[in-house]
DNA sequence: TTGAAAGCGCTACCAA
DNA sequence: TTGGTAGCGCTTTCAA
């Protein structure tokens, strides 16, 4: 492996090393003849900076911590990939640790994140309580939540509306004529599973609709959860309640209320309507294919990677840290699961 | 931020540096009075060292390229995951490229290899020829063919025994009491492609069992491929073909071919067998589930990292690279859509 | 078995 | 606007 050095197309181009880098990083005025000279010899030599030189003299290491409770969940597999591309357009990398949504291996990725010496941090918090990371704001690592509001003070959150997502959902079940109403909700805690129980209710309550409560299931965003919320319904279900709305709080769990419900050959959409939240792949792929409250996965992750690289700048120039608050619109995409009319 | 520092540490074990690295990195033997007092001090500083540091005096990255068609395609994100965790468990990293399933894309990558300046190379083949990753060895990079082979000499392979995929698939089909046979096929000339064809056209030879060339369709592993297949099956099929046994390449095209046949409300697996190839999740999720030849994608990943590490210290040894070719079984999982007895 | 010191490739300070 | 050069934190000779 032969390494170009600096010193090397600085000799080609008859300049000094300190020109070149003057160059390549555009951090001082360079006479445009050597400026030329610089481009052409890197040409030449086919030169590629040595990034762990450059780290090293920098302390900047240009990686970003991704965390989040689980990579293969479709949802967040999106978020990471909206930042990742934004990381890669400003030529930063992430580093993605999965927390298999337990806090406690939050904790245990502090470590990994200040041994990388990442240059800060976007948290897609596992709990109630992330304040395991609050480590990395007492070493001035810039730290962003997306998705989830970790209820940390002092920093920056990229969220959606969740509850009016809620909101969109009921509705949308009550105008397709659906007359009973039930829940599959979220993990306990989590700032957006809380969130679209409570636009659900909100609606519940002001429109003039029957929720029962047998039909309200503990989920935990996993398919598997889902599933359980199907046979459950199943069993408790009674013909004079048909047709019924169901509100699953995530898309893994909608699939897994519609394979029951498919498996058990009832109606769907006909007695049994279904509605997830976050529009990942899979719902367009199952049979019937899934209604659900499309979350901006994508575009959180990006926004909060670019909130993260500001406040990395910020800090270079040794001003304090801005806190905003981002909150995206959500949209409801009607598909045939609760296509009744 | 506070950098503790291996000088630090060796204040506090009143040692040298030197003394330091060799009880951290095992390269020289230590009294074993000094190796504690090191340990100690390493301990009560919290020192993590500066991997930068590390890999700009050493000329490694401890980074491993690994270069595939499609990281949204579930099978190749399996296969990533098992390549990572081997890497992670020998305390190295992974660079993923996708290359969006183009030869031209693998190309440029090679560039972005060179400036990661990466200890390795794990290469999914995107094409017929992957002729540019030759670069790398010229750079001394080792190469390590995971999943297909990318028909370049004096390279390690780790594959599956996908013809054979073909034969288990097929035989089931028949056994299942199908009476005339198709196949979607996946893209031209990647080699997991070619072979399950392959082992398919051997057992209709062998076996006393139509095949009608109306029923084979192109495909190129994506689930749109798929739903093309599924609609052109539709249309040319008659009643006296029926029952009717596909094969799809890969199973995000066989989860299409149900799709549509869901969607035209026609008998599966009554009057319509599927089996698809990977085992992804979905192929569990669908309604009806999907039966599969379940294929080794976690341990193909695995082994691949495995081979290319193996490689790397032999090269630091200055021996020249070794060159195997593994080749893992596969796996017939039976599941609704085929499940007509 | 140990320590002193050179140097990996780069950036940024200082002086010109 | 430029060049010389110190030094980022580490590993690895070389000498003891």
Known sequence: MSEVTIIE????????????????????????????????????????PNKFAHALRKQRSDIIGVVVP????????????????????????????????????EGEYVNTLLRERVDGVILVSSGEDS??????????????????DPHLDNISKVLAHNSHGGELATNHLIEKGYK??????????????VSRYKGFKKVINERDVTINQNFVFKGDYTYESGREAGRKLLERVQDDMLPIGII?????????????????????????????????LMAKLMYP?????????YQIGREAAKLVIENIKRADQNLNT??????????????????RN
Chains 1, 2 share one sequence.
């Not at 769990?253 to 529009?279: H, Q, R, T």
């Not at 801005?322 to 296509?339: A, D």
């Open 322 to 339: 801005t806190k905003t608050e981002k909150v995206f619109e959500v949209e409801l995409i009607e598909r045939k699961s609760t296509n």
């Open 70 to 105: 689980d990579v293969s969940n479709p949802y967040f597999a999106t978020l990471i990939r909206g930042a990742e591309t934004y990381l890669h357009e400003t030529n930063k990398s992430a580093l993605i640790c999965d927390t298999n949504s337990k806090t406690e291996q």
């Open 248 to 280: 699953a709080a995530d898309d893994l769990m909608g699939l897994g209320v519609l394979w029951e419900l498919n498996s058990a050959g009832v109606k769907v959409p006909g007695d049994f309507g279904v509605v997830g939240f976050d529009d990942i």
């Open 9 to 48: 197309v600085a000799e080609e181009a008859e300049v000094s090393p300190a020109t070149v880098s003057r160059v390549l990083n555009d951090t001082a005025p360079v006479s445009s003849e050597k400026e030329e000279k610089v481009k052409k010899a890197v040409e030449k030599l086919n030169y590629k």
């Open 289 to 297: 294919s899934l209604s659900t409250v499309a979350m901006p996965a």
């Open 180 to 193: 009973s109403f039930g829940f599959v909700k979220g993990p306990t805690g989590i700032s957006t599973a």
């Open 131 to 148: 304040k395991q990371l609050e480590v990395l704001l007492k070493n001035d690592i810039p730290l962003v939540a997306a998705d989830r």
